[in-house]
């Protein structure tokens, strides 16, 4: 199983707000190019994200805390063996802290050296797309290592 986190500060006055526009998972394919869909259903949500040269699909369950600025997933169905993890926002000055960590597991042990690396790129680079497009400049605070080529690491 593999871990991995990261933290961003976006620009916010309004926390519930925030974690509102998050919960959208529908508009995320409009926010980051690696997202090719994202359809709700009444279960939750089925995703479809490009991965290496092909695509990865599952469906998560979500559940939105609103009193605790919290939002959980775990896949249901899909292409991961575990996947699952969690958005949760704090208000700090001039803004929210964005804590988002995942746990995923892709059941192939003797290929985790080459796919874990890639996955984690990809769900960084998705979170700082998402994050950006609805809130415009974001500063990322750590876990950013990642991404040092898109000049966003911490």
């Known amino acids: 199983m593999r871990d991995t986190s990261i933290s961003v500060r976006i620009r916010t006055d309004d926390v519930p707000a925030a974690l509102a526009a998050i919960a959208d998972f529908g508009r995320f394919p409009s926010l980051a190019d690696d997202v090719r869909a994202v359809v709700p259903d009444a279960g939750g949500t089925q995703w479809t994200v490009n991965f290496r040269r092909g695509l990865m699909r599952w469906h998560e369950t979500e559940v939105v805390d609103a009193a605790a600025s ?5 896949q249901t169905a899909g292409d991961f063996t575990a996947f699952g993890g969690s ?28 796919m874990d ?4 790129r990809v769900i960084k680079r998705v979170v700082c797309a998402v994050l950006s497009g609805l809130f415009g400049e974001i500063t990322v605070l750590a876990g950013g290592e990642a991404l040092t080529d898109l000049g966003r690491a911490a």
Do not use: N
């Not at 919290?70 to 775990?74: K, L, M, S």
């Not at 690396?117 to 984690?120: D, L, R, S």
């Open 87 to 114: 958005w949760q926002l704090t208000p700090v000055i001039g803004g929210a802290r964005v804590d988002f960590a995942v746990s995923w597991d892709f059941g192939i042990e003797s290929m985790a050296g080459i």
């Open 70 to 74: 919290r939002i959980t997933f775990e």
């Open 117 to 120: 690396p890639i996955a984690e």
